[in-house]
Nanobody
Framework: VQMVESGGGLVQAGGSLRLSCVASRSIFSEFAFNPMVWYRQTPGRERELVAIINTDESTTYADSVKGRFTISRNNSKRTFYLQMNSLKPEDTAVYFC????????WGQGTQVTVSS
């Protein structure tokens, strides 16, 4: 299964973006029965967990994004999303996605740049 991220871009502080992640070549059960995760990474730093959505659609967020980001999923499309509101310059990063075990093939990520 190959992860494919999209939706990044350049936005001013306070703006919004919606990221998408498709688990290409996955079958319904592979996707629907797995927790899915968004990460982000900046140069010289380790990958940071941003949000998790479980199979029952319960969610967990990093403290730094609580109240601003929302993770959701559409199992029929093998896709999950990250709605990012009230963006801050410190949200600037490359955003990646994977299932919780991190053992599907990583995508190239999608760059999010927030200008002040």
């Amino acid at each position: 299964v190959q992860m494919v991220e999209s939706g990044g871009g350049l936005v001013q502080a306070g703006g919004s973006l919606r990221l998408s992640c498709v688990a290409s070549r996955s079958i319904f059960s592979e996707f629907a029965f797995n927790p899915m995760v968004w990460y982000r990474q900046t140069p010289g730093r380790e990958r940071e967990l941003v949000a998790i959505i479980n199979t029952d659609e319960s969610t967990t967020y990093a403290d730094s994004v609580k109240g601003r980001f929302t993770i959701s999923r559409n199992n029929s499309k093998r896709t999950f999303y990250l709605q990012m509101n009230s963006l801050k310059p410190e949200d600037t990063a490359v955003y990646f996605c994977n299932r919780r075990n991190n053992d599907w093939s990583w995508g190239q990520g999608t760059q999010v740049t927030v200008s002040s």
